[in-house]
């Protein structure tokens, strides 16, 4: 199955309540999941794949810390073996207000829905990049008619 994105923009959420890019706020016990990824992108652009941010993600938040490369290995196939969400249901595109680009070696970056450069990206101006939008907040009621 292929995890990664390529040359890919994912805009934010119709139903985005933020106007602007906005950080994802800690809990009581701890880093949040959106916190997590919001750090690991925002200081480190363009180093992470999609599969590389959604495991290092879930390492972060559970607190693990492999003893060895043999446990990583086991740790990430477990990870993987099941059905994850991909970063359209992020909350940084649903709620936060942050696009993410993902570059033709499906590396991931942060943009702010307020800046030029996410416009850019959002309008389809920039050649090569498919534009999708972050899955809605709410689902839309579907009526019989």
Same mark, same amino acid.
């Given at each position: 199955?292929?995890?990664?994105?390529?040359?890919?923009?994912?805009?934010?959420?119709? =139903?985005?309540?933020? =106007?602007?890019?906005? !950080?994802? @706020? =800690?809990?009581?016990?701890?880093?949040?999941?959106? *916190?997590?990824? #919001?750090?690991?992108?925002?200081? $480190?652009?363009?180093?992470?794949? $999609?599969?590389?941010?959604?495991?290092?993600?879930?390492? *972060?938040?559970?607190?693990? !810390?492999?003893?060895?490369?043999?446990?990583?290995?086991?740790?990430?196939?477990?990870?993987?073996?099941? @059905?994850?969400?991909?970063?359209?249901?992020?909350?940084? @595109?649903?709620?936060?207000?942050?696009?993410?680009?993902? =570059?033709?070696?499906?590396?991931?970056?942060?943009?702010?829905?307020?800046?030029?450069?996410?416009?850019? #990206?959002?309008?389809?101006? /920039?050649?090569?990049? $498919?534009? !999708?939008?972050?899955?809605?907040? /709410? *689902?839309?009621?579907?009526?019989?008619?």
């Amino acid at each position: 199955m292929e995890w990664n994105y390529y040359n890919t923009f994912i805009a934010v959420a119709p =139903d985005c309540p933020v =106007d602007c890019g906005t !950080v994802p @706020p =800690d809990r009581q016990g701890g880093m949040t999941k959106p *916190r997590i990824e #919001f750090e690991l992108l925002s200081k $480190q652009p363009y180093t992470f794949t $999609q599969k590389e941010l959604l495991f290092e993600v879930y390492m *972060r938040h559970k607190g693990f !810390v492999p003893a060895d490369e043999a446990e990583a290995v086991r740790l990430r196939e477990e990870f993987f073996a099941k @059905p994850k969400a991909c970063m359209r249901a992020s909350m940084l @595109p649903k709620k936060y207000g942050w696009g993410i680009h993902f =570059d033709e070696a499906g590396k991931a970056a942060l943009f702010p829905v307020e800046s030029p450069a996410y416009r850019e #990206f959002a309008e389809g101006e /920039k050649n090569g990049v $498919q534009v !999708v939008a972050a899955m809605r907040n /709410k *689902r839309e009621s579907v009526r019989e008619a």
